[in-house]
């Protein structure tokens, strides 16, 4: 079992820069994959980016690339998702996701088990 929870949300202009953050117990991290999704209202859940249990694998969507990075900390039990040049259409609840050892990041969700609450981030215009 691994349980996730979601931090760092919040409300930030269009150009500016938010870095929200999962931290998760009851299994280590460097034994699961995890990747970052986000859903807007009336949209489905989608992905924004993916990571493997090294770190050394890592994934994004075409329209976050070059303004997202994932990472993640294993001494701390946490991953990252630090968000530059935000856009209003970046808003959504975003979620953290957990799943199965993968060779490569994965962006769909049949691959995750465990997901976090979800944070919210709001960019304005």
């Known amino acids: 079992q691994v349980q996730l929870v979601e931090s760092g949300g919040g409300l930030v202009q269009a150009g500016g820069s938010l870095r929200i953050s999962c931290a998760a117990s009851?299994?280590?991290?460097?034994?699961?994959?995890m990747a970052w999704f986000r859903q807007a209202p009336g949209k489905e859940r989608e992905s924004v980016a993916a990571i493997t249990w090294t770190g050394r694998g890592t994934a994004y969507a075409d329209s976050v690339k070059g303004r997202f990075t994932i990472s993640r900390d294993n001494a701390k039990n946490t991953l990252y998702l630090q968000m530059n040049t935000l856009k209003p259409e970046d808003t959504a609840v975003y979620y953290c996701?957990?799943?199965?050892?993968?060779?490569?990041?994965?962006?769909?969700?049949?691959?995750?088990?465990?997901w976090g609450q979800g944070t919210q981030v709001t960019v304005s215009s």
């Open positions: 009851g299994r280590t991290v460097s034994s699961v994959n």
């Open positions: 996701a957990a799943g199965p050892i993968a060779l490569s990041p994965r962006h769909d969700k049949t691959a995750y088990d465990y």
